[in-house]
């Protein structure tokens, strides 16, 4: 028996299609408009906040309701009713995309509200080409210098989320190890901007791929007896925490290194 489709079941079909496709579109508009300059990276927070507040739900509804017009399409013999489930389906996996997308910005577990992570967290590396560069960003270069908080509990704070982020110490000389973390800045993908070999100091710009986050990296390389030590510091130029960003952008570097 072949049942023809109810005009309800088709309503809730596309209902369920633009919802979910509506929701991800959202989430997808947050980092585009950024990336358009349409608006700033608040804008973008707030889009993505109210996605990922509904997004859940949508997608659970969709997943139903695809469920429902499938098993109908199979039992009944619905016309088009495989056609109405994909529809659904398409909407459920959309609001999926806005829910996960957003919830991949949420810091772990114990992430501190931080934006400046170094693995010298006594006598930090200092920047100095890119402060120009700098000089619009409300973010400070003075390591634990932001409101409400010092050098110490910067680094107590640091200290207790990233143990593993330390200085490096490496058996070449300065000048190998110089040009490796030249080779190992390229491998990462940050745009360099300044290298002085006679000093130890390179230094780069880090953008995020979603939100456009201009974040600062400096690098010191110092010698020890016959080899070096290494020390990298990744510093936020907007924003009160990283969600553990600058942590993970050392991490890659020292293995890239």
Known sequence: MNTTTKPWMTAIAVLTL?????????????????????WDFRRGFTLLQFANTYADWIALVAAIVTIGLAVSSAVFKIGH????????????????????????YRPPE????????STDTVNPPEYVAV????????NTTVYGGSPGMTHERLAQLQTEAFPDLKTLSVAE????????ALAAVEEVGWELVAAVPEEGRI???????????????VIRIRPSGSGSIVDARSLSRVGGGDAGTNARRLRAFFAAL
């Open 110 to 117: 114990g992430t501190p509200p931080i934006h400046d992570v």
């Open 81 to 104: 009713g495989a056609r109405l489930s994909s529809l659904a389906a398409i909407g459920a996996l959309a609001a999926a995309l806005g829910y996960f997308v957003p919830e991949s």
């Open 203 to 217: 230094e780069a710009t880090d953008t995020t791929f979603w939100f456009r986050f201009k974040d600062d990296i």
């Open 18 to 38: 633009v919802a979910g496709v509506g929701i991800g579109a959202v989430a997808l508009a947050a980092a585009m408009g950024i990336w358009l300059g349409a």
């Open 131 to 138: 402060l120009p560069l700098r000089a619009d960003a409300p």
């Open 173 to 180: 000389p300065p000048e190998q190890v110089f040009a490796r």
